[in-house]
């Protein structure tokens, strides 16, 4: 199979208003990508998934889109985007653009028309009932919301100013590929969908993810839209197991290129799916997961720990103090030589934690403020209902990026829209350059390896036998093996293999491999050539 540069590249996802503030107004902006770009060029990687810059009011911080063929004044202007394409595209970095058309804003003007009255020539972009079933939103609560001047309810997976546009109306269909095609008109490099396994719902039925018509409007959107345009195009899919996957991603289908799948994420999850209650890290589920999804027969994984709507990794599942390099250079290792394209989230490549929020002012996700309201109107305690937001909530990955040690970790000269983690006095870009042995130099060698090594983009994958904490794997290609072990543990382990060290390739330690009888060091974590 003719590969394509997506599966030989390395995705880093920026969250705009938290990257680069190049205006001093505290909110992150285009100019401040586009000053970071050459940093972006020296990890290496290939291409930058931009979550939403649309003109939005911002309820959802830009996932809630007014204009989609406009940039939010926060974040500068269309000449500020097609600069930042142009300077990419120059760095040999390609620009994936968010899509969002499961909903959009309420104050889109096709919601501003469609609420008018019912029979207006916009109403059926949305979906209406004149009473509510029992479908929730994901942000707590009824998905319904009364309209009081027409007297119908709107239906809203989201936050009630986020309207879920009607995919049974062809002519939604046409409104969305108009302006997919404005976008790859101006050379964007593909789409990242936004929850797109919902765009199939049906509603009467009480079917939201993976509704029955979903496949049929993903290939008509794949012709009317990027199909045969060397794009790539991934879906947030929370919901896909390896065989919905492949319906996804399998190339004969003419859909999409691959998917986002969350169940690594969710293995720590209650079976109820609160992820407020999750447990710790269970490696040997951690092990199972993988294992399934590496063995994708035919489509393509997309692989990540961290992204704008999960917690930071290393604070979640590593060790954020003690063994914080270690933890989060073990994370990569075990990641990146997997088969798949990697994502990496702003802020992960020089190993940022999550923040210690202490007070619920501190916060600004709509998610984790709505979910505290609706417990504490339970009488759930507050203090519990705060570390859980410590825990997983979403502002911990959205803290601003760390530059350098100065106020404000050199991310704005004003007030940041988000406080700067304090840690940030000595996690930040300016110390991890000047530190050989920084996470930073580990995600630029495996970014490296991937792209000088055929085996890491097609090798075969085996999972190996060994401690409940230690997941190792290998990965087979043309008649050689490939060794990847990591101890995902503040303990010492044990490592036994038969194999001998032909060539080390990547460590977080300074290991010595004469043989494979290993007493690992808490998160340790390597990569060899083996015979």
Not at 9 to 34: A, C, H, W
Not at 74 to 100: C, H, T, W, Y
Not at 311 to 340: C, Q
Not at 453 to 461: K, M
């Amino acid at each position: 199979m003719k590969l394509q540069w997506w599966q030989k590249t390395v995705v880093y996802q920026i969250y705009p208003r938290s990257f680069m503030d190049e205006n001093g107004d505290g909110v992150g902006d285009l100019k401040g990508i586009i000053s970071k770009l050459d940093y972006l060029s020296e990890l290496g990687i290939g291409a930058i998934w931009l979550s939403p810059v649309y003109k939005s009011p911002m309820d959802d911080n830009g996932y809630d889109i007014s204009d989609y063929r406009s940039i939010a004044s926060i974040f500068g202007s269309m000449g500020d985007m097609d600069l930042l394409l142009k300077e990419a595209n120059q760095r040999g970095i390609k620009i994936i653009m968010d899509l969002v058309v499961n909903h959009t804003s309420d104050e889109h003007e096709w919601f501003v028309e469609a609420r008018q009255s019912k029979d207006n020539a916009y109403r059926d972009y949305y979906i209406w009932r004149d009473e509510p079933n029992g479908l929730e939103s994901i942000f707590s609560g009824s998905a319904w919301q009364l309209d009081e001047a027409t007297g119908q309810y709107y239906l809203h997976l989201f936050s009630k100013r986020q309207p879920d546009l009607n995919w049974e109306n062809p002519q939604v269909h046409q409104e969305v590929y108009n302006m997919m095609n404005y976008w790859i008109d101006k050379g964007i490099g593909g789409f990242r969908m936004d929850v797109i396994d919902l765009i199939g719902k049906e509603i009467d039925q009480e079917i939201t993810g993976n509704g029955p018509k979903l496949h049929d409007y993903l290939q008509e959107m794949n012709h009317a839209t990027f199909g045969g345009k060397d794009l790539l195009t991934v879906g947030e899919t929370w919901g896909a197991t390896p065989e919905i996957a492949e319906l996804y991603s399998a190339p004969e289908r003419d859909e999409l290129s691959m998917v986002f799948q969350f169940e690594h994420i969710t293995s720590s999850y209650p079976e109820n799916g609160d992820k407020w209650k999750s447990d710790g890290l269970s490696v040997p589920k951690l092990k199972d997961v993988f294992a399934k999804w590496q063995g994708l027969k035919n489509g393509w994984n997309s692989l990540f720990w961290n992204n704008h709507d999960l917690p930071r990794i290393v604070s979640n599942w590593g060790n954020d103090t003690t063994y914080r390099v270690e933890s989060s250079k073990a994370f990569a290792i075990l990641l990146h030589l997997m088969k798949g394209t990697p994502y990496i989230y702003q802020g992960e490549e020089i190993g940022m934690t999550n923040y210690p929020f202490q007070t619920a002012t501190e916060l600004n996700d709509v998610e984790s403020l709505n979910m505290r309201r609706e417990r504490l109107a339970k009488g759930e305690d507050d203090e519990e209902i705060m570390q859980s937001i410590r825990k997983v909530g979403r502002d911990n990955a959205r803290t601003p990026m760390q530059w350098n040690a100065s106020e404000q970790a050199g991310f704005t000269t004003g007030t940041p829209w988000l406080a700067v983690n304090p840690n940030a006095a000595y996690i930040n870009v300016e110390a991890a350059l000047a530190d050989e042995a920084s996470v930073f130099y580990t995600y630029k060698k495996l970014i490296s390896l991937r792209k000088t090594n055929d085996w890491v983009v097609s090798g075969d994958f085996e999972l190996i036998k060994s401690e409940d904490e230690v997941f190792a794997y290998l990965r087979k290609y043309e008649g050689k093996k490939y060794l990847i072990v990591a101890n995902l543990s503040n303990q010492k382990n044990q490592f036994t293999s038969g194999f001998v060290c032909k060539k080390l390739l990547i460590q977080n330690g300074t290991r010595t491999f004469e043989s494979l009888h290993l007493d690992l060091e808490p998160w340790e974590a390597f990569a060899l050539e083996v015979e």
